[in-house]
T-cell receptor, first 110, second 116 residues
Framework: GESVGLHLPTLSVQEGDNSIINCAYS??????FIWYKQESGKGPQFIID?????DKRQGQRVTVLLNKTVKHLSLQIAATQPGDSAVYFC?????????FGKGTTLSVSS | GAGVSQSPSNKVTEKGKDVELRCDPI?????LYWYRQRLGQGLEFLIY????????KSGLPSDRFSAERTGESVSTLTIQRTQQEDSAVYLC??????????????FGEGSWLTVV
């Protein structure tokens, strides 16, 4: 069945380090993937997306990598800052709705 | 408006009462989604509206849950005879067109529902 999961529920990094958050998906028909950031008490905030015809996409300080062979998605955050502390969700779509994973909590210490 | 607007932001209700949650999507967005998020969990899809097409209700957990949308405007999610397990954040999102085209989906801040 369809499922989206994250390899680690929590990730702790030092300020200035690069962070890598991983996500595995199971539906090979998924054609669209998104990363969201959710701060405490707020709604999910769009970070970056990628279509299945791409394997890499870059934004400001963030890069998303897609490996369709092993159904793996990752979010790289460069020079992580305390303001990056949040829960990060990946989501996949192959039909009407996005399917979300449970999220990875990123903690950034100064 | 500038973003997806939801109301109320917080709602405490007694078990057995009905509640209505409102969502104003971003102007011009034809697609509208409702999700539920329990504490510390991911987002569960509830329902999807796209223009005047029949909504995708496949995620509604029971017949106590229903949602309406008039045209491409406001949507209302109704939960009848609320139960304690309905306590969650209800998130609304919208996008310019069908998700299948990869249009960015924007979320509101959510309506926090507590059933006591």
């Amino acid at each position: 069945g369809e499922s989206v999961g994250l390899h680690l529920p929590t990730l702790s990094v030092q300020e200035g380090d690069n962070s890598i958050i991983n996500c595995a998906y199971s539906n090979s028909a998924s054609d669209y993937f998104i990363w969201y950031k959710q701060e405490s008490g707020k709604g999910p905030q769009f970070i970056i997306d990628i279509r299945s015809n791409m394997d890499k996409r870059q934004g400001q300080r963030v890069t998303v990598l897609l490996n369709k062979t092993v159904k793996h998605l990752s979010l790289q955050i460069a020079a992580t800052q305390p303001g990056d502390s949040a829960v990060y969700f990946c989501a996949e779509g192959a039909g009407t709705a996005l399917i979300f994973g449970k999220g990875t909590t990123l903690s950034v210490s100064s | 408006g500038a973003g997806v607007s939801q109301s109320p932001s917080n709602k405490v209700t007694e078990k057995g009462k009905d509640v209505e949650l409102r969502c104003d999507p971003i102007s011009g967005h034809t697609a509208l989604y409702w999700y539920r998020q329990r504490l510390g969990q991911g987002l569960e899809f509830l329902i999807y509206f796209q223009g005047n097409s029949a909504p995708d209700k496949s995620g509604l957990p029971s017949d106590r849950f229903s949602a309406e949308r008039t045209g491409e405007s406001v949507s209302t999610l109704t939960i009848q005879r609320t139960q304690q397990e309905d306590s969650a954040v209800y998130l609304c999102a919208s996008s310019r067109n069908s998700r299948g085209t990869g249009n960015t989906i924007y979320f509101g801040e959510g309506s926090w529902l507590t059933v006591v």
